[in-house]
């Protein structure tokens, strides 16, 4: 089945720029999405349409997309950034498909 | 602003199915929003289960299709998840969510949830 990857962790210092990337062989053809999940927490929606920040999202966090890999870019990073981040994408077939996550540190 | 609220047994026999509620208040479920199921075994990522429209339409996950029934009741608001023959591979934390109202500039719809419930943890164990 269709997968799309993400690193299991990143590690950033606050005021650092964090990249957390998604890779996947159908991300050309199908838009990703970004979600933050804090902990005991509902995932909240971050990034839409590979590049689009819903209303009330800070603009320190941004998408990018480039040939098989998108990337969410979380500039000057806060201690409150602290978090599970997931991607997700759709396969061949339209079935929804999220990343395993990426475990952000604030060290 | 939507709100979302699973409900239902937090321990289910191997064998057994599984039935949550997802009840939506402070907003329509039979608006044009569709409502998705996607649950999270613990410690490791999300898994879609599958979606539902007011009018009763679905989409599921292949890989969970043989087994998954969602259906909604309009009258109370709420849309419901069945999951039968569970075995310890199913224990998670399932949510509900709302597949947000976004679009493309060719009118597509896009496959975001943009408000989601707290979850509610479901164990399979005998």
Do not use: M
Not at chain 1, 49 to 70: A, H, L
Not at chain 1, 79 to 99: I, K, L, P, R
């Amino acid at each position: 089945s269709y997968e799309v990857t993400q690193p299991p962790s990143v590690s950033v210092s606050p005021g650092q720029t964090a990249r957390i990337t998604c890779s996947g062989d159908a991300l050309p053809n199908h838009y990703a999405y970004w979600y933050q999940q804090k902990a005991g927490q509902a995932p909240v929606v971050l990034i839409y349409k590979d590049t689009e920040r819903p209303s009330g999202i800070p603009e320190r966090f941004s998408g990018s997309s480039s040939g098989t890999t998108v990337t969410l870019t979380i500039s000057g990073v806060q201690a409150e950034d602290e978090a599970d981040y997931f991607c997700q994408s759709a396969d061949s077939s339209g079935t929804w498909v999220f990343g395993g996550g990426t475990k952000l540190t604030v060290l | 602003q939507v709100q979302l609220q699973e409900s239902g047994p937090g321990l289910v026999k191997p064998s057994g199915t599984l039935s949550l509620t997802c009840a939506v208040s402070i907003g329509s479920i039979s608006g044009s929003n569709w409502w998705s199921w996607v649950r999270q075994p613990p410690g490791k990522g999300l898994e879609w289960i599958g979606e539902i429209f007011h009018s009763g339409s679905t989409n599921y996950n292949p890989s969970l299709k043989s087994r998954v029934t969602i259906s909604v009741d309009k009258s109370k608001n709420h849309f419901s998840l069945k999951l039968r023959s569970v075995t310890a591979a199913d224990t998670a934390v399932y949510h509900c969510a709302r597949r947000g109202p976004y679009y493309d500039s060719s009118g597509s719809y896009l496959k975001v949830l943009d408000y989601w419930g707290q979850g509610t943890l479901v164990t399979v164990s005998s």
